[in-house]
Structure formats: C-alpha cells, structure tokens
C-alpha cells in the first residue's frame, strides 16, 4: 500500500472513532448535565432558585438547605430516608438471594414442565409493575397488609428478570463437573449450593443486587399505593410531596433540592464500591 493511498484507507475508520466519541460524549452529557445542575442547585436559597441563578457563584447555601432539610416536619426525611435504606438494601440482598437459586434450580435441576414455566418467568419480565399494584394493592388489602412496611417489602423480593439473570449466570460460572465431584463427596444439594455454587454465583449476585436495588430505591407507583402513613414512605413518595407542597410554599423548593441531591448518595456509592464484581457479571453470558 503506498502512502497517497494510506490515508484513504484509514478514513473510514477515523471518521467511525469520531462519529463514536460524539455520541458517548452526548450519552455522557446527557448523563451528567442533571446532576450537575442538581449539585449546585443545592447550593442556592429559594430567591437564586427563583431567578434561575444556578450557575452564579455567589450565594452559597447549602449548610443552610441541610438544616432546613431535617427541621422540616421534624425528623421526617430522616425517618424516610432509613425507610428507603429498608426497601431497597435488604430487599434486593433477599431478591438477589431468592432470584440466583431459582436460576440455579432452572438450569441444574430436570423436573416436568420446566421451559414452560421459565417460559412464564420471561413474560412476566415484559409485564409493566404499575399494572401488578392494583392487584398487589387488593393482595395486601386481603392479608391485612396495607399501610404497613410488608405492602412494600414483600412485592420487591421476587424479580422475573433476576430469575432469568439467575439462569444465565448459573450456566456461565457453575460447571457440572464440579457439582457432579461435590456429589461424589457426599455433599447434599443444599450444602453444594451453599458452600460450592453461591461462591462461584457472586459476580452475579451482585448484579442482580444492584439492578433490583436501583429498581426499589426509585420505586414510586407501589408505595403510593400501598402506603398513607408518611412515617412509611421512601424518599421517592416523601419528595414528592414536597415538591407538590412547594407550588404553594417556594420554602420546599430548596428542600426538595437538597434532599434530591443526598437521595442519589446510595446508589453512587453502592455502584462505585461493587463496579468491579458489576463489570465481570454483565460478561456472564459469554463466558460458558
């Protein structure tokens, strides 16, 4: 190849890099410009958020937003935000527990039916959770639940789509020959699940854990209609009041601000912390 006809050649894929890097620089933008103009909102009183002054200098706030934050209806967003940490930590943890064993029984274990009911599991995936409250909703009323922690905790345990995730890790990290030579061993099927499998399921366990807790933290719909008690209610529903409040009160628009701003924190740090096992579980399926 000569040189007049290098540069030629290597057009097309200059141009490919920067048709590329445009768009992750737009995905990027898009991403972060929100949190952005979120971080220095909360800096600002209600006059500068009134002005649309976010992006001036001056003015800073926001110890001042902080406190007004938890004077508001006294200890209420503290309540919400421990509420919050309930439904969306330990509920995922339980979820990704649950999930990775009915993966883990749908891909090493024969029994009737089993591609038809994973089959039910996959259409459940494409099933929208706003059309499951109202029946939850009518579920919970029957056992007497509503209006208590449960209406919320129990419906975020159980995730078709990390039943399917389950499946699919399962057959990219679990061997048979190393469950066929753990039986040889003696080991019965709960210790080989316990002590040989759920090890070699973590990558996997921690992203379906952060998947469902991304999903409960922003959950909305159901706590709205499970819940009246404001002592109850996640971030999500208690900011929003707010935000409905501050139409005839400016005063909760800075608190709303702020408390939107310390809601994101979890999530930063729980991606931030477990990026590492997260990354290598999304390869799962092609590992096998």
Known sequence: MSTTELPTALRPRLLGRVAV???????????LLPVLWLVLAATKD????ARSDVLSLGGFSFFSNLADLYREDPGLYGRWYVNSLLYAVVGAAVSALVSLAC???????????????????????????????????LMASGAGLVNTFWAVFIPVLFNPFGVYLGRIFSQGYVPDEVLSAARIDGAGELAMYARVALPMLGPGLVTVFLFQLTAIWNNFFLPMVMLSDQKLYPLSLGLYIWNSSARVDPDYYPVVITGSLLAVLPLIVAFVLLQRFWRSGLTAGAVK
Not at 21 to 31: A, E, K, Q, S
Not at 46 to 49: E, F, H
């Open 21 to 31: 890097n445009t768009v992750v620089g737009i995905g990027v933008l898009y991403t």
């Open 46 to 49: 209600r006059d500068a958020l």
């Open 103 to 137: 993966g883990y029984a749908f891909d090493k274990y024969q029994f009737r039916h089993k591609e038809k009911l994973f089959g039910l599991v996959l259409a459940a995936v494409m099933v929208p959770q706003t059309v499951l409250a109202l029946p939850l909703y």
